[in-house]
């Protein structure tokens, strides 16, 4: 007689799995429980959960002599830092600057309070963590 692995509070994750998809085929992800692990409906891919994060990173296989895109970005960023802040922002600055854009505002009044939200590519992180100081 098999029993069901026990579900784990670090799985509250699973209640998204049904709008996760493979980032390199678009297909649904299927969650193994017996390795951890969700897998492309081909199960040639897997991807790791760490610490309830499905992680959805796909290394490129490029052709030789091609640069992968990371890279590139990679290397920009660091010649050219941004948003190029010359100190780190307080609770107080961080909440005045995005209280006074438009956009940061109307999605802080309208968000119903508790929420989850899933912010991907977060770029400076500045909305995410404003929005999580609620």
Known sequence: MTTAPVLQASDAWLEVLPLLRCPVDGEALDWDPATRQLRSGTADRRYPVRDGVPCLFAANEWPEGKTDVTDIVK????????????????????????????????????????????????????????????
């Open 75 to 134: 290397a920009f960023y660091e010649e050219t830092p941004f948003p190029n802040y010359d100190d780190l922002d307080s609770r107080d600055s961080l909440a005045a600057k995005a209280r006074h854009g438009v956009f940061a505002r109307l999605l802080d009044e309208q968000l119903p309070r508790p929420v989850t939200i899933l912010e991907a590519g977060s770029g400076t992180g500045q909305l995410t963590n404003f929005l999580g100081m609620g």
